[in-house]
């Protein structure tokens, strides 16, 4: 559960990213700007890339403690293939909508 939390928090804070460094002031060569550009291409890639590798393993982590969770019975939880896509669907929107701002 900690880490789905911790996956949400980083989903939240994605969203005050900015994806493109624009300078601030004066004039800049193209090249500069190309340069800025890729260096901040860089370090943004490996934030999202890490985000998105927690939040796809907090998921596994919950959906793996819903199949493990003690019953009454000895019987197993079988979890619903559907419902399993719709909450991966939702952790993938939310991804998106947070990259989006």
Do not use: C, M, W
């Not at 969203?15 to 890729?38: C, E, M, T, W």
């Not at 393993?57 to 197993?76: G, I, K, Y």
């Amino acid at each position: 559960q900690a880490r789905l939390e911790n996956a949400n928090r980083n989903l939240k804070s994605l969203r005050l990213k900015d994806l493109v460094n624009l300078p601030r002031a004066g004039q800049q060569s193209l090249d500069h700007f190309v340069q800025i550009q890729q260096q901040g291409i860089q370090e943004k890639s490996y934030f999202l890339v890490r985000t998105r590798f927690e939040v796809e393993h907090a998921l596994e982590d919950v959906l793996q403690f819903l199949q493990n969770f003690p019953t009454d019975t000895e019987d197993t939880v079988t979890l619903d293939d559907d419902a399993v896509r719709g909450l991966r669907t939702h952790y993938g929107h939310l991804f998106y909508v947070a990259l989006r701002g």
